[in-house]
Antibody
Framework: EVQLVESGGGLIQPGGSLRLSCAAS????????MSWVRQPPGTGLEWVSI???????YYADSVKGRFTISRDTSKNTMYLQMNSLRVGDTAVYFC????????????WGQGTLVTVSS | QTVVTQEPSLTVSPGGTVTLTCSSS?????????PNWFQQKPGQAPRALIF???NKHSWTPARFSGSLLGDKAALTLSGVQPEDEAEYYC???????????FGGGTKLTVL
């Protein structure tokens, strides 16, 4: 059974940095499609970033230049490095993965809460 | 800025049929947008239902189906069950900009 488990969330001041992790089991992070999606409190889903099986990376305009997606093959884990955090980045961050083009968001983690506040 | 629009809320009776739609500010939604549909219940992570317009996951109940309806993507629930009450989100792929964009979600009430 595929499992994705996020960690690394917490309370951080505006301007600070945080790194989220997404550890996978029964799913190979390095050879599949992996994404981050966030959900601010009480609102809808927002796509954040994706890393394709060929290592191409893409970002939503709202995080471009501040967030970096990456993965560690040896740990079978994906990361989201978040810098210059803003109050508007407050959200539950989910990781998602998929094995096929067109089916990239098949599996989801339970999410980790990031709160940006002074 | 690209906007994906869904009905904010819909109500359906148990056993009934309801269609949720997903439109793009850029024009007609086609299969090239790889429409995805997700279900989310309060306090839970989203669950994938449909990918690439009309493909179901192994766990997707048969009563859910995806399609293109006119210039929109659509999710149809036939024979709605009380447990289908949830928020439903569509997701579209914009290949030119290499972006994925979620719709605002449809709150489905089964009453």
């Amino acid at each position: 059974e595929v499992q994705l488990v996020e960690s690394g969330g917490g309370l951080i001041q505006p301007g600070g940095s945080l790194r989220l992790s997404c550890a996978a089991s029964a799913f190979t992070v390095s050879s599949n499609y992996m994404s981050w999606v966030r959900q601010p409190p009480g609102t809808g889903l927002e796509w954040v970033s994706i890393i394709y099986s060929g290592d191409s990376t893409y970002y939503a305009d709202s995080v471009k230049g501040r967030f970096t997606i990456s993965r560690d093959t040896s740990k079978n884990t994906m990361y989201l490095q978040m810098n210059s955090l803003r109050v508007g980045d407050t959200a539950v961050y989910f990781c998602a993965g998929g094995r096929r083009s067109g089916n990239i968001f098949e599996y989801w983690g339970q999410g980790t809460l990031v709160t940006v506040s002074s | 800025q690209t906007v994906v629009t869904q009905e904010p809320s819909l109500t359906v009776s148990p056993g009934g049929t309801v269609t949720l739609t997903c439109s793009s500010s850029t024009g007609a939604v086609t299969s090239g947008y790889y429409p995805n549909w997700f279900q989310q219940k309060p306090g839970q992570a989203p669950r994938a239902l449909i990918f690439a317009t009309n493909n179901k996951h192994s766990w997707t109940p048969a009563r859910f189906s995806g399609s293109l309806l006119g210039d929109k993507a659509a999710l149809t629930l036939s024979g709605v069950q009380p447990e289908d009450e949830a928020e439903y989100y569509c997701l579209l792929y914009y290949g030119g900009a290499q972006l994925w964009v979620f719709g605002g979600g449809t709150k489905l009430t089964v009453l």
